[in-house]
């Protein structure tokens, strides 16, 4: 599993990389900039462990992912659970590793329920769906058949487990495939 740790308090980055590599066997890459991680092909992880302020600053880029994301809470303040999983960086270390260890179970469930197996073909269709393409409009952009284009949405169904226009809509905004499409 592939995590990438964003904070600019080194010690807390070290902390929490010790913790994953000595419980969960998981070696996070650290950054202490969010450039870094933009300079880094954001999109290889698996999840991501940041402050809040960093989602609501870069919240094109995380919010479609939000259900890889544990936030990182540094005051003592109420956490945001709403949001989903916290990590209060001031709670003794059994309550941080129960709560690790959640999230860290979470994204596996994620994992055996979310094919990574969209060919690049099947991808394209799914963003042109979600777009509110047509079967034939489609087809015309990618230079297909529309029977090529209903088969590509059986196997996208076959494979997602989702069969309306909608759902699959929301699929791909909040797995990222529509975070490199222009709004115009």
């Known amino acids: 599993m592939r995590i990438a740790v964003i904070s600019n308090h080194t010690l807390l980055n070290i902390g929490l ?4 590599q000595s419980y969960f ?7 202490n900039r969010i450039e870094a991680l933009f300079n880094d092909n954001p999109e290889q992880f698996d999840a991501y462990i940041l402050t809040a302020d960093t ?11 939000k259900s890889k994301i544990m936030l990182l809470v540094t005051q003592h ?3 945001a659970e709403t949001f989903g999983p916290s990590l209060p960086v001031y709670e003794d270390e059994e309550a941080l590793l129960e709560r690790i260890e959640h999230f ?6 994620q994992a055996e329920h979310l094919p990574h197996d969209l060919s690049p073909r099947e991808t394209e269709v799914l963003k042109l769906v979600a777009q509110g393409f047509m079967n ?11 029977n090529t284009v209903l088969s590509h949405r059986k196997n996208l169904t076959a494979k997602l487990g989702i069969k309306t226009v ?18 115009k």
């Open 17 to 20: 990389k010790h913790l994953l």
């Open 25 to 31: 066997d998981i070696s996070p890459a650290l950054y």
């Open 55 to 65: 989602l609501l600053a870069y919240s094109d880029f995380f919010l479609p992912r």
């Open 77 to 79: 303040e109420t956490p």
């Open 104 to 109: 860290v179970e979470q994204l596996d469930r």
């Open 136 to 146: 034939k409009e489609i087809a015309d952009q990618l230079n297909i058949s529309i």
């Open 166 to 183: 909608s759902g699959l809509s929301f699929y791909a905004m909040m797995n990222g495939y529509l975070s490199d499409i222009d709004n």
